[in-house]
């Protein structure tokens, strides 16, 4: 059974950085798109950044374009969101997850676990 886990988030400054991993051992993310979505308390899932797993490209909400830089190591079947100056807006439950090719329309990502919250304190 794959056990995907979302690790990194917790209580951060405004200004400040953390940085998130996505690890999906057993799940092959040779053909995917790698997402991050997030959600903040009684809003809807949103698009945050999106990268093609075998070759990069990444893709960034507008919001967060030029603060966070998504990565992943092949070796370790591990995605990753690095989030500089973090904004009270930025907090909420972030999610990975994965499709066949990218967009902002995140309706029908596969996402494989329950999140890891993000609090930005002003």
């Known amino acids: 059974q794959v056990r995907p886990v979302e690790s990194g988030g917790r209580l951060v400054q405004t200004g400040g950085s953390l940085k998130l991993s996505c690890e999906v051992p057993?799940?092959?993310?040779?053909?995917?798109?790698l997402y991050w979505v997030r959600q903040a308390p009684g809003q809807e899932r949103e698009f945050v950044a999106g990268?093609?797993?075998?070759?990069?490209?990444?893709s960034y909400a507008d919001s967060v374009n030029g603060r966070f830089t998504i990565s992943r190591d092949k070796a370790k079947n591990t995605g990753y969101l690095q989030m500089d100056n973090l904004k009270p807006e930025d907090a909420g439950v972030y999610y990975c997850?994965?499709?066949?090719?990218?967009?902002?329309?995140?309706?029908?990502?596969?996402?494989w676990g329950k999140g890891t919250l993000v609090t930005v304190q002003s």
């Open positions: 990268m093609r797993w075998s070759n990069g490209g990444p």
């Open positions: 057993g799940r092959s993310f040779e053909y995917y798109w």
């Open positions: 997850g994965g499709r066949n090719f990218l967009s902002a329309d995140i309706g029908d990502v596969t996402y």
